[in-house]
């Protein structure tokens, strides 16, 4: 069964810091999911990645299969990109969904 | 293209009832995955449904089960309600398998008292 560890649990920066969430997993996967969740519960799906870098508007996400490691990256970050944000990837050893990190509750303050 | 639905959003049992929450999936996706989210957690994997049967289970006991129908829609009973159901029950659908990107749906905020 795969392990999703996340880093930082916690994490308040300033309004316009370039913030960097890291993820790291213990089976090998082809796919690894990066999500958001706000307060009252909604989850959205940011990416889903299998190698090297995907950008969408201010986020930017990378893969390293060999490392089994990923980062999630914010560049000029704003008060709107407080949420919870969680990695996931899949469960493996028979069972066909995902395991998640714990997630990294980031305040950006104004 | 709907999204993913789910319903109730809040619900209110006792301990030892029985519940059950529904979810429409997205246009085109033929795979639900149900999860619990307690508070302050991370979502744990229930099950998944592919094309009307389970396709996989996480740590969860028998008396969670559920159901997906001809149209791609599931539903997940909770029998024997415990306090510690109490949680967020989040669906998600998918093109097949978790390596094919998850729609969630808003949620079910159970609480068991």
């Known amino acids: 069964k795969n392990e999703v560890e996340q880093s930082p649990q916690n994490l308040t920066a300033q309004e316009g810091e370039f913030i960097t969430i890291n993820c790291s997993y213990s089976?090998?996967?082809?796919?690894l999911h990066w999500l958001q969740q706000h307060p009252g519960g909604g989850i959205v799906s940011l990416f889903m990645?299998?190698?090297g870098k995907k950008k969408h508007g201010r986020l930017i996400a990378t893969i390293n299969i060999q490392e089994k490691h990923s980062s999630l990256h914010i560049t000029a970050s704003h008060p709107r990109d407080s949420a919870v944000y969680i990695c996931?990837?899949?469960?493996?050893?028979?069972?066909?969904?995902?395991?998640f990190g714990k997630g990294t509750h980031l305040i950006i303050q104004p | 293209e709907t999204g993913v639905t789910q319903s109730p959003t809040h619900l209110i049992k006792t301990r030892g009832q029985q519940v059950t929450l529904r979810c429409s999936s997205q246009?085109?996706?033929?795979?639900v995955s149900w999860y619990q989210q307690a508070l302050g957690q991370g979502p744990q994997f229930i099950f998944q449904?592919?094309?009307?049967?389970?396709?996989g289970r996480g740590n969860f006991p028998p008396r969670f089960s559920g159901l997906q129908f001809p149209n791609y829609s599931s539903e997940l009973n909770v029998n024997a309600l415990e306090l510690d159901d109490s949680a967020l029950y989040l669906c998600?659908?998918?093109?097949?398998?978790?390596?094919?990107?998850?729609?969630f749906g808003p949620g079910t905020r159970l609480t068991v008292l």
């Open positions: 998600a659908s998918s093109s097949r398998s978790t390596y094919n990107e998850q729609f």
């Open positions: 089976v090998g996967i082809s796919a």
């Open positions: 990645l299998s190698s």
């Open positions: 996931a990837a899949p469960s493996g050893g028979g069972a066909d969904g995902l395991t």
């Open positions: 246009s085109g996706h033929n795979t």
């Open positions: 449904y592919y094309r009307e049967e389970e396709n």
